[in-house]
């Protein structure tokens, strides 16, 4: 999966990453399917391991045009993970009282201790994005961001944090289809705004902020991967099989159990 790897330092063009990739699975979906299974259980399995252990935190970064799949990474990717030990932290438009701070005020609060999973749905990455995108704040303020966001996560890593980010790569046509079956499915159409329309035209602009972000704050330390996302199933195998690697790469132990255990009887 090296090849979603943003590399440090190197430019990102969005054109030129396949959202349509699917791998080269023989059985394609079924066998995807079958994998993603697979994979979700050595995830529920470690996570398990990283809880019990106490010793690192993991924070894991989604961010995505609309529609692009966020929701359905957490749903489908973490599905039966043990909640005690796993959080998802969702960054809306900021409140009064977070505006009235510094952008990663809100985050830090919510980053993970050890032993703890935390899913950002929605990030920090907003605050070079949708604030960027509609002028919230002049180039001046959010164009110092990009080196602040690289000394924030280099931080959060020296003290122990494993950080994963993944860009959900949809396409614009993509986007549409999803839109629209939003608004056919009365089960969906609660996730469909009006809102949504306008930032759909502002698509070449997101691109460019995107192109930035991915360009200016991949690190070795924190690396973005462009996730494929076009096809979910594909979506859910790449970041799972990530997810897993990077976690194994943790040579995780269970804690050793109290000494002198041996003989004890249980009346
Ligand atoms: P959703 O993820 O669909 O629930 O939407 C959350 C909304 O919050 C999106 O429209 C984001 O653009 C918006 N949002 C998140 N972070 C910020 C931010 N820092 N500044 C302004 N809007 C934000
Ligand atoms: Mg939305």
Redesign the pocket.
């Known amino acids: 999966m090296k090849q979603y790897l943003v590399k440090p330092g190197t430019k990102v063009k969005l054109s030129t990453w396949d959202p349509n990739e699917t791998g080269d699975l023989r059985g394609g979906k079924q066998d995807g399917l079958v994998e993603v299974a697979k994979l979700n259980n050595k995830l529920k399995e470690l996570q398990e391991l990283l809880y019990a252990e106490h010793k690192h935190p993991v924070l894991i970064v989604l961010q995505a045009m609309?529609t692009g799949g966020?929701d359905g990474v957490i749903r489908h990717v973490f599905e039966g993970v043990n909640p005690q030990g796993v959080r998802v932290a969702?960054?809306?438009?900021?409140t009064p009282e977070e505006l009235d701070h510094d952008?990663l005020w809100r985050v830090h609060k919510v980053t993970p201790g050890k032993g703890e999973m935390v899913i950002f749905?929605?990030s920090h990455y907003?605050?070079v994005l949708?604030?960027r995108v509609h002028h919230?704040v002049p180039p001046e303020v959010w164009g110092k961001r990009f080196e602040q966001i690289n000394e924030f996560e280099r931080m959060l890593t020296e003290n122990g944090t494993m950080i994963l980010k993944f860009y959900l790569h949809i396409d614009r046509d993509e986007q549409r289809e999803r839109l629209q079956a939003r608004l056919d499915d009365p089960s969906k159409r609660w996730?469909f705004r009006l809102?949504d329309l306008e930032?759909r035209k502002l698509w070449p602009d997101y691109m460019q902020a995107y192109e930035d972000v991915l360009s200016k704050t991949s690190t070795d330390y924190a690396p973005w991967m462009i996730i494929p996302a076009n096809h979910k199933w594909y979506r859910d195998l790449v970041i799972s099989s990530v997810l897993v690697d990077a976690l194994q790469n943790l040579n995780m132990k269970y804690p050793e159990p109290e000494e002198n255990l041996e003989g004890v009887v249980i009346e």
């Open positions: 609309d966020k969702a960054f809306k438009a900021p952008y749905n929605r907003e605050d949708v604030v919230y996730k809102g930032e």
